[in-house]
């Protein structure tokens, strides 16, 4: 195991300096507003849905004109009408897309959560609307970087989300219901190692940066070794904690946040519980790819143009977030079969480090992958389970790593 150097040192100094400059409930992950009669009586809706179930429909005045679908408090791009993927559809496309009633651009965006941002969109229950997002790195990577570019990143910047968004008449208590329509890759993408961050940090200390193609339609190659399905999601989403802010935007919370979860993927309704008026839906981090666990901290980093549909449920928050898929989550990569290595003892986090170290030998063993490739490759595309936790002292964590992607 490698120790700490005093480089790796100082980037987990600036991270974590990043991830505490926020007020010292930042970190909560408590319920913020009494819960409401009838809430957690999933699946929803329980009770009243606001908006239809389908998107209201589009404005139809122009620029200026005010209507139920949409308000803009901020310049906003009106798109109805607009398709969503011109040329057919994609990797993130559900079958059915909707069109959205409104755009907000990547330069519409926040870093932190904070109940008195103001909004830059104002819509109806039911409303559909397209938000483009930067990358993780809030644009300071870009294609034919080098590792050196990660040694300069001003982490104050990471994660940034694009919104917030007011929904007309949601109000605490209530469930703001998300439902992807449909995700667009830009075509360019970075997996990084960042020093003194991600599950093996210790193990890695050297930044490492991988650039990815998205352009060659469903997958991506990893060099000569591997070709990554793609399944772009948003690696953050949520709505305004009630506490005053602002709150960072690295750890996931009850209202959301950076929940990292690949199974948020077109066709998935996510359902929030509402803690201020108007909800102030933001989303950003979108990943075209990520295994559960990202376990190296970073996914396929990828600016996108993300679809949603926004609706309010009356009085039925849950007590974090909630979701329904509509598809399988490997989708026929685990057609072949998985690797699988295992981590047991009586700490899952340390399990979890056991099975990942594992698998990293495994893959260069038998198919001659260099360490921290192999690290990267398994962030994106390998899943970290839960395999056992009745059976005390010691718990079981397996790394599966879908062998059809191998080539």
């Known amino acids: 195991m490698y120790q700490r150097s005093n480089g790796c040192q100082r980037f987990a100094t ?16 408590g319920p913020r507003v009494p819960p409401a009669v009838g809430a957690g009586t999933l699946p929803w809706p329980a009770h009243d849905t606001v908006g239809a179930s389908r998107p209201a429909a589009a404005p139809t005045g122009g620029p200026g004109d005010e209507h139920a679908a949409g308000r803009r408090t901020r310049p906003a791009t009106n798109t109805a009408g607009r398709r969503t993927r011109p040329g057919g559809k994609g990797p993130g496309d559900e079958e059915g897309t909707v069109r959205p009633a409104h755009t907000l651009h990547a330069a519409q965006s926040h870093a932190g959560w904070d109940r008195d941002l103001a909004p830059e969109l104002e819509v109806a229950p039911g409303t559909t609307i397209a938000l483009e997002t930067h990358d993780a790195s809030g644009g300071q990577l870009a294609p034919g970087n080098d590792a050196e570019a ?20 949601a109000q605490p208590g209530d469930a703001l219901a998300v439902r992807i329509e449909a995700l667009e890759p830009t075509g360019w993408g970075w997996t990084a190692n960042i020093p003194g961050f991600g599950l093996l940090a210790d193990d890695f200390p050297e930044p490492a940066l991988r650039h990815w193609d998205l352009t060659g339609g469903s997958s991506a190659a990893f060099g000569d ?25 690295i750890p996931p919370r009850r209202v959301g946040g950076n929940m990292d979860t690949r199974d948020l993927v077109a066709g998935t309704t996510v359902w929030l519980p509402v803690e201020v008026e108007g909800a ?8 075209a790819a990520q295994g559960d666990g990202e376990v190296c ?27 329904e898929t509509t598809r399988s ?11 699988a290595t295992t981590g047991v003892g009586p700490d899952l986090f340390e399990g979890a480090k056991e099975a990942v170290r594992a698998m990293i030998e495994l893959l260069g063993r038998r198919h001659g992958l260099e360490p921290v490739d192999a ?4 962030s994106v595309v390998a899943d970290l389970r839960i395999s056992e936790i009745v059976d005390q002292p010691n718990y079981v964590v397996t790394c599966a790593f879908p ?3 191998l080539t």
Request: hydrophobic residues 40%; charged residues 20%; contains cysteine.
């Open 329 to 339: 989550q490997r989708d026929g990569e685990d057609r072949d079969g998985v690797l």
């Open 14 to 29: 600036l991270f974590q300096r990043a991830r505490n400059a926020v007020s010292p409930a930042a970190n909560h992950i």
């Open 150 to 169: 990660l040694t300069t990143l001003d982490f104050g910047r990471v994660n940034p989300t694009t919104g917030p968004v007011r929904i007309d008449g």
């Open 297 to 323: 901290g970073t996914a396929i980093e990828s600016p996108m143009t993300v679809t949603v549909t926004l609706d309010v449920v009356r009085g039925d928050a849950p007590h974090a977030p909630v979701f």
């Open 280 to 287: 102030l839906f933001s989303l950003g981090d979108t990943h």
């Open 225 to 249: 070794a591997a070709r990554v399905p793609l399944r772009p999601f948003p690696g953050t989403l949520g709505v305004a904690p009630a506490e005053p802010g602002p709150h960072s935007v």
């Open 403 to 405: 062998r059809a992607v």
């Open 375 to 378: 690290y990267l490759l398994c």
